[in-house]
């Protein structure tokens, strides 16, 4: 990890010469539509969406490729070329020789600052760059010193060239929508106004200007301008060799217009000459906008070097509070890099998962697993906004108890299909409860299930199966009632829905069916006969963790009964007779969904919430021993694991035999974490993932092993080379929940195991080739891939915090039972984490006589003392802390709260 160096606790990092490293980049947003992608030598893009791209698009490839990135030139003393990004003909010929630039990159939660050193011309650069919290502009501020003993003369110029479009435009009518675009240079910068969003399914008036403006840092104006490429790079010439640098050639005044070009916000400012030790500083601003009056007036605010390090410092502020989580414990690298780990998440709520240069998820925005899942992480960092946005996804849930499929613009705004592509991932319906369990957990607040909402509506129905061609779109995206008006049920309706719909919908083998896919896209070819064992487990697990919660509705709010749609009546049939016949199964769902095609009654039945508990555990409980029974692979007394899917020929996916076994990492994460595996299969799992998953070498444990052939009866990962991505690459995401799961169980050093390998494959720079956090793979060289957006980061979190360091809620009472190891306590014996909690700001220390836990799994005898603020608390319970939710709210919200555990 020798080569990233952290600089504080808050995850600012430095490295030395990091363009020697492809594919490294960080991302830079604030608060509003604005998101970018910078490298270090200043690549990347920046857009607001998919179809509103200030720079050029990039994928992961394009980083290195091209060449039309950032840059700010210095023609100095007349004839010689320097960019202070390191792109330009010269500097990239001289890169790996003595002659290269020093450079570093100083790195922080959403800022970059570059620094490149040119001995050969006696000049250093620093190039900071962030995006303010509240504007759409990325601001690049340029400082230049002069190192040497001798006087320098300096041409400073700008070069930020303007893509000014959609990215379907990249490839689809890029010159021809070059024509549209309506270039005007003003006195600070250059704007760029197209006429028409080019769409040939229906052309649209334009509103958006992209724009580059530029001041020296004391607020001097440009000198001229070159705002198209050919202007700017000239016949002949290169982003890497422009002609305007190379010949110094004079450009056009504000006020120039010019139409049906490729724009660059390209200009000159005065030249300068720079004496031994003197500093200078230029300030650019690039930004996207749907107010073109205001570009002026809010450009001026970031002119000098005063406002522009105001505003750094207000920047780096929100975010540092924004991620107000922090981890001491024997590693202050390990520390920073959980920092990073717990950052993703806000990351991904606002690129989703397209938005930085490992796109390959398509044209944006998050998925409906990926809502759900990071607002696990939202509950520990950002709970006062999650309450409301939970109850609102709700109304994405169909009737039929599947869901649209991706988040439109706005919370609660949902949309089927950006391709209208009719799909059901069977796993959808599991995710929403998980995350509604930790919020009632974390706040208490039980009445949320009792909320109403509306449901989702579309053509598609019956469960993926058909369409309801009644539907028109005019008709609107909720479900009606046969009288017209809009159906609204509970969130505990919508939650039951959901999963006694997933109980019915099973295959010949009496297991869930697959549909289009589970967690796993990529198990996508097995639609008539698949069948997921896998989340068949989980749901279990859900429903007999549905009938807790609402048995703790019944004793501690004294409510008895709860309403739901009188047509789900059906759904709470019962009896072995019923649950062993999978096509009685299918008949009452599909009596179910048929009654529910098009508009419903609006009716209501009544019914016992005990009565509902048994049935939810009755039907939990045949789930689980039938998979038991039916889905165990035993390879000898010390080894085994469940079979977890079925493929689109009926054939079970998973086996043991002498010279080919098949096991899947997914299979076994569910079925523990859902109490489906037993004790004893738990270790025989775990003693067969070490024999067929693991390989420190690639990061820890693989998603499967090879199956050594193109298994198209089940999904295109099986087109995939073995070792990426899905196809037995170290998955992090399901890695992660691996750890998760056996933490839960009480497998501790097993757990920690999967987590340590995947920091440490991390933190291994030179093989993972990556800034800090957690990559969405390993590949299998160990290049971590896919970095930031990746749901794996909200279960590291989420463990590391609830199972390690085991700080939780339970129905509003804080809960602290820690499941440390020993390495992970420093020489002190003391291992701490500071989070929100309830409103309140908290630091809880675990202190452990290190000599007398070597070899306790984690698990210690007892509690010997519990301090808060100083103040000893009772503790009733030796294994664990229980702080009650009343006591809590009675502590001050404007300060931090000291909580000291001592264990033995």
């Not at 509003?32 to 607001?48: C, R, Y």
């Not at 995710?431 to 919020?439: G, I």
């Not at 046969?482 to 609204?488: A, K």
């Not at 045949?622 to 007394?637: A, F, G, P």
Request: with cysteine; charged share 30%; aromatic share 12%.
């Amino acid at each position: 990890m020798g080569k990233i160096k952290f600089t504080d606790n808050s995850g600012t990092f430095v490295i030395e010469n990091p363009e020697n490293y492809s594919g490294l980049y960080l991302p830079l947003a604030g608060e509003k539509e604005l998101k970018s992608s910078i490298t270090p030598t200043l690549a990347g893009d920046s857009k607001t969406d998919q179809n509103h791209f200030l720079f050029e698009p990039v994928s992961i490839e394009n980083l290195h490729n091209n060449k039309n990135g950032r840059n700010f030139w210095c023609l100095i003393n007349g004839s010689n070329m320097w960019s202070v990004s390191g792109a330009s003909a010269m500097q990239e010929a001289e890169k790996f020789s003595k002659e290269q630039d020093e450079s570093k990159i100083e790195a922080g939660l959403m800022w970059q600052k570059l620094t490149r050193v040119s001995k050969k011309f006696g000049i250093r650069a620093e190039v900071l760059s962030f995006v303010p919290v509240d504007e759409n502009i990325e601001i690049m501020y340029v400082t230049l010193k002069n190192i040497s003993d001798n006087d320098i003369d300096i041409t400073p110029i700008a070069a930020l060239p303007i893509y000014g479009r959609s990215a379907d435009n990249l490839r689809d009518h890029r010159h021809v929508t070059s024509l549209l675009h309506r270039i005007e240079t003003k006195e600070y910068g250059v704007e760029v106004a197209p006429v028409l969003s080019f769409d040939e399914r229906g052309h649209r008036k334009n509103e958006t200007t992209y724009f580059v403006y530029g001041s020296k840092d004391d607020g001097e104006k440009p000198k001229e301008f070159y705002p198209t490429n050919q202007m700017f790079i000239g016949e002949g010439g290169s982003f890497l060799m422009p002609e305007a640098v190379r010949t110094g050639k004079t450009g056009v005044n504000p006020g120039t217009k010019i139409q049906g070009k490729e724009a660059t916000g390209a200009f000159a400012f005065r030249n300068i000459k720079l004496k031994a030790g003197e500093k200078t500083g230029y300030i650019m601003l690039a930004g996207v906008t749907t107010q073109k009056d205001t570009i002026e007036s809010r450009t001026s605010l970031y002119r000098t070097k005063v406002n522009v390090i105001k505003c750094f410092e207000k920047t780096k502020k929100h975010w540092k509070d924004k991620v107000n989580i922090d981890f001491e414990m024997n590693d202050k690298a390990v520390d920073n890099y959980l920092k990073w780990i717990c950052f993703q998440p806000i990351l991904r709520r606002i690129y989703g998962c397209s938005f930085l240069p490992y796109h390959d998820y398509g044209k944006g925005g998050r998925g409906w697993r990926d809502l759900w899942q990071d607002c696990l992480a939202l509950l520990v960092m950002e709970p006062d906004m999650v309450r409301k946005m939970i109850v609102s996804n709700y109304g994405g849930v169909r009737i039929d108890g599947t869901n649209a499929t991706i988040i439109g613009n706005g919370q609660g705004k949902f949309i089927a299909d950006r391709n209208n592509i009719t799909r059901v991932w069977m796993d959808h319906a599991y995710w929403p409860f998980v995350t509604t369990k930790l919020y009632m957990d974390q706040t208490g607040d039980l009445d949320i299930l009792l909320d109403k909402v509306s449901y989702f509506k579309d053509r598609q129905s019956l469960r993926g199966t058909a369409h309801d061609d009644e539907w028109k779109f005019e008709d609107g995206n909720t479900q009606k009632t046969v009288g017209g008006v809009d159906y609204f049920g509970t969130v505990i309706e919508h939650i039951l829905l959901q999963n006694l719909c997933a109980f019915y919908d099973v295959g010949e083998h009496n297991e869930m069916r697959l549909h289009g896919a589970d967690w796993n896209d990529a198990l996508d070819m097995a639609w008539e006969r698949g069948e997921s064992v896998a989340f068949t487990c989980a749901y279990a697990g859900n429903l007999k963790d549905i009938a807790y919660y609402l048995r703790k509705i019944e004793s501690t709010d004294g409510i008895r009964i709860i309403e739901v749609a009188k047509e789900m009546e059906c759904l709470f049939r019962k009896g072995k007779e019923l649950y062993e016949n999978p096509y009685k199964k299918q008949q009452l769902l599909s009596e179910y969904s048929k009654l529910c095609c098009h508009n419903i009654s609006g009716e209501k039945a009544v019914l016992k919430i005990s009565m509902i508990c048994e049935n939810l555990e009755e039907k939990a409980d045949w789930l689980m021993k039938n998979i038991r029974e039916n889905e165990w692979i035993k390879e000898d007394d010390n080894t085994g694991w469940f079979n977890g899917y079925y493929d689109n020929h009926g054939k079970k996916v998973e086996y043991y035999k002498k010279d080919d076994v098949r096991m899947m990492l997914t299979s076994q994460v569910f079925a523990i974490m859902s109490g489906t595996a037993d004790e004893k299969q738990i270790k025989a799992i775990c003693n067969s993932a070490d024999k067929y998953l693991y390989e420190k070498k690639a990061g820890g444990y693989r998603l499967n092993t090879d199956f050594k052939e193109e298994k198209f009866d089940f999904g295109r990962m099986f087109g995939f080379a073995y070792g990426e991505k899905e196809n037995g690459a170290v998955f992090s995401h399901m890695a992660v929940m691996y750890a998760n799961a056996l933490y839960k169980r009480g497998f501790i050093k097993e757990g920690y195991k999967v987590l340590k390998n995947l920091l440490d494959s991390a933190m291994d720079f030179e093989n993972s080739i990556m800034y800090p956090g957690i990559p969405e793979y390993f590949d299998n060289d160990g290049r971590g891939l896919y970095a930031y957006l990746t749901g794996a980061a909200s279960w590291y979190m989420l463990t590391m915090i609830t199972e390690v360091f085991g700080v939780r809620g339970e129905l509003g009472n804080l809960v602290i039972k820690p499941a440390l190891l020993p390495e992970q306590f420093d020489k002190d014996g003391k291992a701490a984490i500071k989070l929100n909690f309830s409103g309140r700001t908290l630091k809880i220390t675990i202190h452990a006589d290190i000599d007398n836990i070597q070899d306790n799994n984690g698990v210690y005898n007892k509690i010997i003392r519990v301090e808060c603020d100083g103040n000893e608390l009772e503790s009733a319970d030796l294994k664990k802390v229980v702080i009650m939710k009343k006591r809590i709210e009675e502590m001050s919200c404007g300060r931090c709260h000291e909580i000291d555990v001592f264990i033995k």
